[in-house]
């Protein structure tokens, strides 16, 4: 099964950086052009001129983002900015943060994890990929030959074994601070090769569900192959996070969708009553909508929040009677055809309003948020026509339909909160 071994990682030298706050950002996918600006501002050895550098007028084959990022990479070790870990080792990782008025703590651990295809079964995915990221990610790793980011990975241990030995190692932190949304970060590094091989053989029979970074394994399976032997290069960096890990989030990723032109509200809800009980909620306002969403979430599986603008408010439920089953794609495993979001995607999207799956990939119709109140906001705007807000996707539920060989639709998860870029690099050379 899975095979993880001890990195000798990259860290930045505090006494060269000061707070390592002030180097460290989100992985790329979530950067937008202000973010990216502002971390270029924040520090003069911020991580993102690494892992996602900007591009410049007259950038050619020779001298682009990329090469840039492979210079700076060579320059900042050097200089003694990123410092080699003198000896392999697990580093623990402690991210505490705060959703809904609760505060969790969530721990994994950094190691290198051997590459797999995914038909061995062993590496399982949940989400599809697309061709764009995967070139840009492919295009840095050619250059710089490190992974600068964790992909982030879950395993099975429901006694908590592999964790308790990594925490019976753990001494004072090397690593503490908080970051811009105020979530604390602590890192441990453990070289003692009796805990590293006490953890090797518990999750030694166990398979690595990706959570997050699905582009980036593709990317380094792909690397793997063109430089072919053994080597670092045949491992990628890993967070691993035991699914039964209490501060394991998921949060949802709701729609907002464009006007197609069969956008008439009082049309849409009569279609949609063909298959849905349709419910009138209170006016939406930010004083209430929390109390709508805590009233979507009791409504358990197959139910939606609409939003038709000018505070209009509805739960969609799906009818009992409804054949999930027998409607949706039979291409599909069943676990997949029970999943909310494909439900939403096939019986709404598609039927109802000829949303189908190429304008989803697409973008032209139809987008992303996590922030609820902002799609409120969006939608009055006039931006976009209508929002649907989804619960959560269970953990199980992922599992499920990963268990199956499937992937699940674009932006069907958000395991909250990201990892951080920056924390620790593996170099592959």
């Not at 460290?24 to 911020?46: F, G, K, L, M, S």
């Not at 518990?202 to 990706?210: C, E, G, K, T, V």
Request: glycine share 6%; charged share 25%; hydrophobic share 40%.
């Amino acid at each position: 099964m899975a095979v993880l071994i001890p990195i000798r990682g990259l860290r930045y030298n505090l006494q060269a950086v000061g707070d390592l706050a002030a180097v460290v950002t989100p992985p790329y996918d979530v950067i937008t052009p202000e973010a990216q600006a502002r971390y270029y501002a924040r520090h003069p050895y911020n991580i993102i001129r690494l892992e996602y550098g900007k591009t410049e007028p007259g950038d050619d084959e020779t001298n682009n983002r990329y090469t840039r990022a492979a210079s700076t990479f060579a320059a900042w070790r050097e200089q003694g900015i990123l410092i080699r870990e003198e000896k392999p080792a697990f580093y623990l990782y402690e991210q505490e943060f705060q959703v809904r008025g609760k505060r969790l703590r969530r721990y994994g651990f950094f190691c290198a994890v051997r590459l797999e295809r995914f038909e061995h079964g062993v590496i399982m995915p949940h989400e599809e990929t697309l061709a764009a990221p995967k070139k840009d990610r492919l295009e840095l790793l050619r250059a710089c030959r490190a992974n600068f980011s964790p992909i982030f990975g879950l395993y099975a241990d429901r006694e908590g074994s592999a964790l308790a030995a990594l925490l019976q190692a753990a001494g004072q932190p090397v690593a503490f601070f908080y970051d811009e949304q105020g979530h604390a970060h602590r890192l441990w590094v453990i070289t003692d090769a009796a805990i590293i091989r006490a953890v090797q053989d518990r999750l030694a029979d166990r398979r690595i569900l990706i959570a997050d970074g699905h582009h980036r394994y593709e990317t380094a399976l792909a690397y793997a192959e063109e430089k072919a032997g053994p080597g670092p290069h045949q491992y990628v960096m890993m967070v691993l996070v035991n699914i039964y890990d209490p501060g394991l989030v998921v949060l949802p990723t709701h729609r907002l969708v464009r006007d197609t032109g069969k956008l008439e509200v009082p049309a849409l809800i009569r279609a949609l009553e063909e298959q849905f009980e349709v419910a009138e909620a209170p006016p939406a306002s930010a004083w209430n909508f929390e109390a709508f969403l805590a009233s979507l979430a009791s409504r358990g599986r197959h139910a939606f929040g609409l939003y038709a603008g000018q505070g209009k408010l509805y739960i969609l439920k799906l009818r009992d009677e409804v054949p999930v089953q027998r409607l949706l794609p039979q291409n599909r495993s069943p676990a997949w055809r029970e999943l909310d979001v494909a439900v939403l995607h096939h019986l709404i999207f598609h039927r109802v309003l000829g949303i189908g799956p190429q304008e989803c990939e697409n973008g032209d119709l139809l987008a992303y948020t996590r922030d609820e109140e902002h799609a409120l906001h969006l939608v009055d705007g006039g931006e976009y026509r209508l929002a649907f807000f989804l619960n959560p996707t269970r953990v199980e539920e992922v599992v499920a339909v990963a268990e199956t060989g499937d992937r699940m639709p674009q932006k069907s998860t958000y395991f909250y909160p990201k990892l951080i870029t920056g924390l620790v690099i593996n170099p592959l050379a």
